[in-house]
């Protein structure tokens, strides 16, 4: 794709994404997702003023990483195995998908380790798919009251992956459900837990995440095009 391209895609996404979220919300921020794409096409976003890529999976983030590190902030946005942590703990500025205990606590004792503190986010599950991951709704107060004291995460907020479907009043239903639980759980002001950000909405549907106050939103295919 050339350059021009690249950024006539990411100037159509920043504007919808503007108008969805209108005089309701913030613009959400973009992270870019580059998943599958060589450093090469990535390092471009760079000069688009994309300054925050998402990752999914270890081995290819390090693959890649000579070449972006320092350029851009890196999010760990896929279900990550708990003895990948230490492998990417100096590489990444947050890791999304937090889900369960055991993880919360390894990235926890790597980061003591590494002397940092790491941002995650707390991965929910909207529709209750359980194969996808995400701790369900009813249980994501316990949840963060389990994990907050672990001094080496600083929880900032919840993720959400959406299920795939056409049905668009489903989605809305469930967008609206996230942050409705996302704004219960910042009213708790539970102890040790930040509750800023509220990461929903992928190339499918940003725009209905952006109209139910989505504070980032993952756009992979939207900008690079569909994956082969
Ligand atoms: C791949 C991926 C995305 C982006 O998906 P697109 O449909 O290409 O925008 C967002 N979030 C997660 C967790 C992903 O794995």
Redesign the pocket.
Known sequence: MTREELERRVCRVRQELEEAAGDRWPVPKLIA?T?THSAEEILPLKEIGVTEI?E?RVQELKGKLPELQGRFGIHL??RLQRNKVRQIIHDVCMIQSVDSVPLAEEIHTRARTAGKRMDVLVEVSPAGEEQKGGVPFEATAAFLKEIAPLEGIRVRGLMA?MPLTDDREYLDGLFAKTRELFDRLRDKRLSGIEMEELSMG???DYQIAAAHGATMV?????IFGP?G
């Open positions: 997702v998943k998402g999914n946005i896929g992956v992928m190339s499918g993952r756009v992979g295919s939207a994956r």
